[in-house]
């Protein structure tokens, strides 16, 4: 198995989010995009812990998710990718912010 603690976690964040998205988009099965970026979350909380332990471990991942939801009701607004870029920005901005920069 990969060593997934050398991956920096904005990009991380970013695939879950753009590929769980596309994942669903294409195979129709809402919950495979889900896994996708529960499994991204999962790499990433480890490494957040590690950092800054809990509390960014939890802040982190509680944006991350807080992201996916906001991206549906802005999709109506802007449209489906830009919302999903939009959000993934800022999430995986925060991650490089509050926890890669830092490593």
Not at 31 to 53: D, E, H, I, K, S
């Amino acid at each position: 198995m990969p060593d997934l603690t050398r991956v920096p976690t904005a990009p991380l964040l970013a695939g879950g989010l753009v590929g769980g998205f596309a994942l669903a988009q294409q195979t129709g099965v809402r919950p495979l995009g889900g896994a996708a970026m529960l499994a991204a979350n999962a790499v990433a909380a480890r490494q957040w812990y590690a950092v800054g332990g809990a509390p960014l471990a939890a802040g982190l991942t509680a944006g991350y998710w807080t992201a996916m939801g906001v991206s549906h009701p802005l999709a109506k607004k802007v449209g489906t990718w830009p919302s999903v870029l939009g959000v993934t920005a800022v999430s995986a901005g925060a991650a490089w912010l509050l926890a890669d920069r830092r490593r």
